[in-house]
C-alpha cells in the first residue's frame, strides 16, 4: 500500500487509460476514431457520467463532455495537442503551467454514491520533473488544503524514497494526512502511452478488505488492490467543493505531459470492460470486412433436372477477425435487404437470393449470391374417352414444367409414353395413366371405361 497526503472521498472507482505511445510509433488514422465501434464508441457504451476526449485544445479553451451531460472543462495557458495511438488528439501539458479545470459537480466526487471509476490515457514525456512537489507530480486530480478527496500521482526518478516513477492513485480524508490507495512500479520510458484506471469502491467492504478498496489497472490488467485504511486510519470519501484538474491539481507540482479520454463512472467498471477500453485504443484499425459462407439444406438436391422436390433452408455465417457477431442481411427474390437471422426457409418457386455482413466498424463483406429451384407439389393430369373408345390425356404444371405422360392398358405392366390420342378395345375396362413433372413429381390415376357405347370421364387421381 501507498501512503500520502491529500484528499479523501466514498467508493469510487477510477479508471484512467493511459496509453504510452512512443514518439516513434506510427500513428493509426484518424478515420478510426469516428468509425462505429471507435474508442469513443467503446468507452460511451459503458455510460460514463463525464467523458472529456482532451481533443479540444484549439476550441477556444473550452473541452466538452461527449455524454451530454453539459460539463464542460476549460483549458488555462493553451496546451497543444498530440496524438494518442489511435490517432485522436489528446492535450499536451507544457509541466509548468498548463491545465484543464473543471469545477466540482457530483458526478466528480467518489463520495456520491460511494464508489468511482476515472479512466484516462497518460503519456509522461519526462521521468524527471522539474515542477514536482516532495519527489512527485499530481497529474489529475480533485482537492485542496482541507478540502482533500483523491489524486493520480507520479513520482519523479530522482524521488528519494525509492518510488522512481511510480504512477499511484489516492484516496484521502477531506483534512489531508495520509491517503489510502494502491500503485504499480515499472520501468517507464519517456512518450509511450499508459492506460491507467483507478477504482475507489467504499462500498465494496468485506473481510478482507473491511474499510473498502482502491484498485489500480495499467494496459488493461489489475495490478494492485488496497484496503481503504492507512496506519490505523480508516479513509472515507467526503463531498468537497475543490475543482478537479489534469495537468495538476493544486498547483503544487505541474505534469509533463499528455492526458487523453478522461471519463468518470458512477460505478466499479468490470475488468472484462477495462481490458475492451485498452484493446480499443491500441488495436490496429479494422479494415477488413467479414467472411460470409452459405450452405443449402439440403444441400444436393433431391429432385431431378437440378430441382429440389421440398423445402429448402438458407443457412449464412459470417466470420470476422475484430467482430464475433457481425451483421447478416439477405435480399431474396428482388426484396430490399433486410435483417437475416442465420436460416431461413424457401418453399416452391424459383429462387434468388443474395446474402451479405457488416462488422462493428462498418466494413461490409461482397454479397454471395445463391439459387435454386423449389417444386413440391404434383402436376394436373386428366383423362376423358369418347364414344369409340378414343382416350386423350391433359397434363399442366405450373413449375418445373411437364417431363413426360404415360399410360398403360388394363393390365399390362409396361408404360407407354403418350404422345397423341389413342382407342382402346371393346373389352379393356380401365386405363392407367400418370403426369411427372421436371422435378420428378408425380401424378397417377386411372380411368374406368364404361360399356361400350357410353362416353367416360376421369377417374380420382393417385
Sequence with gaps: MTRHTSPQPLLVTVALIAALAASTMGALPAS???APGSYDSTVLADQPDIYWTMGNTGGGGAEPDLTGSGHTATYFKSPNATTLPNGDSAADFDGATQYLEAADSAELSPATNGVITIEAWMRPDALTFSHSNNGYVHWMGKGELDNHEYVSRMYSADNTVGRGNRISGYLFNASGGLGAGSYFQDAIVAGEWIHYVLVINYNAQSAQYPHGYTKIYRDGVLRDTDDLSISGTVIVPERGDAPFRVGTRDFKSFFDGAVGKVAFYDKELAPDRIAAHHQAMVQEP????????VALNPEAQDGANGWYAGPVQITATALDEVDSAPAIEISADGTTWVPFDGSQEFTDGRHVAFIRATDASG???????TSFNV???SPDVAASASSSRRISLESSDGLSGIADVEYRIGAATAWTRYSEPFRVKNTTSTVT??????AGNQTEAVLTLPPKGKPGSAPDQN
Excluded at 479494422?286 to 459462407?293: G, I, K, S, Y
Excluded at 395413366?433 to 421436371?438: E, F, L
Design 363 to 369: 466494413n461490409r463483406s461482397d454479397s454471395v449470391s
Design 433 to 438: 395413366y400418370r403426369a411427372t413433372d421436371n
Design 32 to 34: 478510426a476514431a469516428s
Design 375 to 377: 417444386d413440391s407439389t
Design 286 to 293: 479494422d479494415t477488413t470486412a467479414p467472411v460470409v459462407n
